[in-house]
């Protein structure tokens, strides 16, 4: 998984020096004005917006091939340091012409500068800023043009085509009458199997099992213990019922709260100590069959599950706890027989990416599409979480060259992980204005919840700040 997270965070750089460039849009303005100041010259500003206007419009392409191209990836390396530099000698002048506000104007210092930092610039400028200070930020300026403009140069070499947004709208299909499949696909074997032994006579004359699910990412470890959980036949054999993500960095005390919280029984008073929340979940549990899963857990440190296990053991005789984990050092660790869970058959692999990708509408009738589709299930190697990314991508494509073009992609031979791949071509098929949302959401800890109000109107800055962007470079 280290791997997946590195080549992941480097191709998601790209996002980043868009944004870069955006902010280097609107420092230009404001050095052109400090270098017209002191000296009227502004050929190497000229040359620095021309130079990001070039490096932009390819930019998307880049970000696509590094993963497959070292020597492009190399080239978005030297590509993002040569730009921050330039945006540190931009909060360079920046900053001065801060400290120059506050040092000529003891009124007002909380004045919001964003609004007037045109007018004061040009005024303390010309009176305060020595030669000094300037031809060194000049000097420095013009080193870096020199690299992005090396950088440019190379632009045809790596064979990087530009990026233009051909205003294509996402197709929306009907409503269909019909009733919505399950998406647990050829997983029924190991669903009957949990259930037969959450509720066998065995299992139900200890007082305590744990049962973990071990998989790698993406094979539907959560999926089948939701399966479980919501079944039927385990609601009626379990007085009390939780659900909680441990996920990464292990944290007891959240743990704990939203396990209260489950259950019903989290106090203002209680919330902000552990030792009463644990308290508290023993006097919930004490006697009661209760079916808790612990989805997502990495930690296999003994001592800290023996900590938690120990709220659970005053359970009553049949409580099960259910773990979806990795790793399956956490199932030894947890001393659970482990249930150890397979990739689909190529059959339930179609059934499932069919399920996603054909929404409302017959494959039958696009003959082209099922074709291409069925190759691209074979390349998916049976992971759920691949086939079902790739058919939400494909549902709103309905040309079979979009599907052709995935299928040809250079990604599917980057890996032995398997999974990769397809979260790769899904993240390499969002327009450029929205892979800044993807890494914006990928700042945030794992299985975090985030309202979605805050994810609208921090989305809908960035998509505004690229159009923005996009004037200010007259792409």
């Known amino acids: ?76 390396n030297k590509l ?11 909060e360079e002048v920046h900053y001065e012409a801060l400290k120059l506000k506050v040092e000529g104007q003891h009124q007002n210092i909380a004045e919001t500068c964003n609004q007037k930092v045109f007018r004061f610039f040009s005024e303390c400028c010309g009176r305060r800023l020595s030669d000094d200070f300037f031809l060194n930020i000049k000097e420095k300026l013009e080193d870096t043009i020199k690299i992005l403009e090396e950088l440019e140069k190379q632009i045809g070499r790596l064979g990087l085509q530009r990026y233009f947004d051909s205003g294509k709208k996402l197709e929306t299909r009907p409503p269909s009458t019909s009733v919505v499949e399950s998406d647990v ?3 029924q074997n190991e669903i009957e199997e949990l259930i037969d032994r959450l509720m066998s006579k065995e299992a139900s004359e200890k007082n305590l099992t744990v049962l973990p699910i071990v998989g790698m990412g993406g094979m539907g470890k959560t999926t089948l213990a939701k399966a479980v959980y919501n079944d039927e036949k385990v609601k009626g054999h379990f007085g009390l019922k939780a659900w909680i993500c441990v996920s990464e960095p292990y944290d007891a005390f959240r743990i704990s709260k939203g396990l209260l919280q489950e259950i019903g029984s989290l106090e ?3 919330d902000n100590n552990l030792n009463q929340m644990q308290v508290k979940l023993k006097e919930r549990l004490n006697g009661r069959r209760f079916l808790i899963v612990l989805d997502d857990v ?10 938690l296990r120990n709220i659970f053991v005053q359970g009553g005789i049949g409580s099960k706890i259910i773990v979806t984990t990795r790793k399956a050092s956490v199932a030894l660790m947890m001393r659970g027989e482990q249930i150890s869970i397979d990739t689909l058959s190529i059959d339930d692999s179609w059934s499932l990416f069919k399920r996603h990708a054909f929404e409302n509408m017959d494959p039958m009738e696009h003959a082209e ?32 060259e979009g599907w052709r073009r995935i299928l040809r992609s250079e990604i599917w031979d980057l890996s032995n992980n398997d999974i990769l791949p397809a979260l790769m071509l899904s993240y390499n098929e969002l327009p450029p204005h929205l892979k800044p949302c993807f890494s914006y959401c990928a700042i945030f800890p794992k299985d975090i919840h985030l309202g979605k109000n805050k994810l609208f109107i921090c989305g809908l800055l960035m998509v505004l700040s690229y159009h923005r962007e996009m004037k200010e470079f007259k792409i």
């Not at 993002?80 to 931009?90: G, I």
């Open 1 to 76: 998984m280290t791997e997946i997270a590195l080549e992941v965070g480097s191709a998601v750089g790209g996002a980043f020096l868009n944004v870069l460039f955006e902010r280097l849009a609107s420092r230009v303005e404001l050095l052109k004005m400090f270098q017209k100041n002191k000296h009227g010259d502004d050929g190497p500003l000229e040359k620095l917006g021309n130079t990001l206007v070039g490096l932009q419009i390819v930019l998307s392409d880049a970000e696509n091939k590094q993963v497959s191209d070292q020597h492009v990836r190399q080239w978005l």
């Open 80 to 90: 993002q340091s040569a730009v921050y530099s330039a945006e540190n000698l931009m």
């Open 185 to 187: 696909f050829g997983k």
């Open 268 to 270: 203002a008073k209680d």
């Open 298 to 307: 990495w930690n296999d440190n003994y001592n800290e599950w023996d900590e």
């Open 369 to 400: 599409l099922e074709e291409v589709g069925k190759q691209i299930v074979a390349k998916c190697k049976g992971l759920p979480l691949a086939l079902k990314t790739l058919a939400g991508m494909l549902c709103s494509e309905s040309q079979v």
